[in-house]
């Protein structure tokens, strides 16, 4: 009952070809850009119903402490991170500064070339060339054109640089304040019918939560990893020719998409296995990871539609259960509103039919036809003539007894009959009687009260008015005669 359709008008006839383009998380990115705060408040309630994440860890992904990470306390990381902060500084406006959108449209054109050539045996794992790599790093910062199409540089240089540059951003594509998540999401297994944890992953809730994650990602961040995971996608598709199958590209990239900047392999030991898992798990189902869900976007649309909205999927169940019995009287309101418009409807048709085809029998020549059929016209109750705009209901006709027994009957027991009907009626109308018919309903009262004696008497005089009546009307015809 709460859908919206719009219609647009193009008048650009070399558009109108054109497939139209259906956005289902329309809403869903609107609610995101209009009011930050809802759209985070919203996803992030239902990323908790999810995993487990205490106070310290809830904040760090609201962004409302720094995030704590492992090695973080250690005197040589800390030494190392800030060393590696001064040569980013140092480098151009795409590679080693934090990520924009102009830093990916140049980084774009290596994952374009990559993916028409993902038949290399070993991409991403062998190395390129340094100098070709060198040359093309140094285009991509001044940002001149690049015709990669043109022999000059391989496929593995391109690999290489795009690891590269993903290598030299400040912090991971997922963030340093999502790591703690990430972890957690790992740990989503299936329950057994006693209710206690398995060894199996639970891949529904672990889809749900990472869609959930991808959705308050910065921008920037969203967008090279959707372009990013899709073509590690493509290129385990096609793994018997490069030998790169998902769980070798998790290896590669998990450094560059999940592990937090400047820490060891001894830093992550207890975690390392759970990341690289985790990226593998993100490679194979990357398909669905940036939908959002079904009851994110329903909370959304109902946002902008007034309504009220529900902020987790258990309420949008219930909504869906209780509403499904309010739904059916709305349906039958809905139905008989338009059976009504539906019959005003065809009653107007019917009637200007018949207004349009008098006026055309008005304007005929003078005729046998035309004369029959006006006289056809007249019987019809809605015919209308060609000056009249609104149909009038035609008077009711007085039926009529042509014996001189019904007029006698009308005459003396015409007024009681109509008394006794108008009794009925809300606002009765007084009857005007002859002064015959009121001496006897003086003498007799209601006809429903009299005696048997009085109506034998009766019946004698009507039966005498009869003759007298006979026979005045034979002798007039006979004078007539």
Not at 228 to 244: E, F, G, I, P, V
Not at 278 to 285: D, L, N, Q
Not at 415 to 422: Q, S, W
């Amino acid at each position: 009952s709460d859908a919206i359709c719009n219609f647009v008008i193009c008048n650009d006839s070399s558009l109108r070809s054109q497939p139209i383009i259906f956005n289902p998380d329309f809403f869903v990115e609107k609610l995101r850009h209009e009011k930050p705060e809802v759209f985070t408040e919203l996803v992030v309630s239902n990323i908790t119903r999810l995993i487990d994440l205490p106070g310290a860890e809830l904040a760090q992904l609201m962004g409302e402490e720094d995030p704590k990470l492992p090695g973080a306390n250690s005197t040589a990381s800390g030494f190392f991170r800030s060393l590696m902060s001064l040569k980013r500084k140092e480098k151009g406006v795409v590679f080693g500064s934090p990520l924009t959108e102009e830093g990916i449209a140049q980084v774009s054109q290596l994952i374009e070339y990559l993916h028409k050539n993902l038949r290399a045996e070993g991409l991403f794992r062998v190395p390129g060339n340094s100098i070709r790599q060198q040359i093309l790093k140094d285009a991509l910062n001044s940002g001149t054109d690049i015709d990669l199409d043109s022999g000059e540089f391989h496929s593995n240089d391109v690999a290489t640089l795009l690891k590269m540059f993903l290598g030299e951003l400040p912090e991971p594509l997922l963030t340093h304040k999502h790591f703690h998540a990430h972890l957690k999401i790992a740990d989503l297994t299936l329950f057994d019918e006693k209710g206690n944890k398995t060894s199996t992953p639970d891949k529904e809730r672990q889809i749900e939560a990472l869609q959930l994650l991808f959705l308050i990602l910065p921008a920037p961040n969203r967008s090279l990893l959707k372009l990013l995971l899709d073509l590690l996608y493509q290129t385990a598709k096609k793994q018997d020719k490069n030998k790169m199958s998902a769980h070798n590209l998790a290896l590669m990239f998990a450094p560059h998409i999940l592990w937090p900047r400047n820490v060891s392999t001894n830093d992550l030991q207890e975690n390392i296995t759970k990341l690289n898992n985790g990226v593998t798990f993100m490679i194979k189902h990357s398909q669905k990871l940036f939908k959002a869900p079904a009851y994110i976007r329903e909370c959304a649309r109902l946002h902008y539609l007034g309504s009220r909205a529900h902020t987790s999927k258990d309420d949008l169940d219930l909504l869906t259960s209780s509403g499904s019995k309010e739904l059916q009287p709305l349906k039958s309101q809905k139905r008989s509103r338009l059976d009504t418009c539906h019959q005003e409807e065809t009653q107007q048709r019917t009637e200007e039919a018949l207004k349009e085809l008098f006026r055309h029998v008005h304007n005929m020549p003078d005729s046998a036809k035309k004369k029959k059929l006006i006289r056809q016209f007249n019987k019809h109750p809605t015919a209308l003539t060609p000056g009249s705009d609104v149909p009038t209901s035609p008077a009711p006709r007085r039926a009529r007894s042509r014996s001189f027994s019904g007029l006698i009957k009308r005459k003396v027991l015409g007024t009681p009959v109509i008394l006794e009907r108008k009794s009925r009626d809300a606002t009765p109308e007084p009857e005007r009687l002859s002064k015959e018919n009121v001496h006897l309903l003086q003498k007799c009262g209601s006809p429903a009260h009299m005696s048997q004696a009085k109506l034998k008497s009766l019946e004698g005089r009507k039966e005498e008015s009869c003759r007298r009546m006979r026979a005045r009307l034979l002798s007039k015809d006979s004078s007539s005669l």
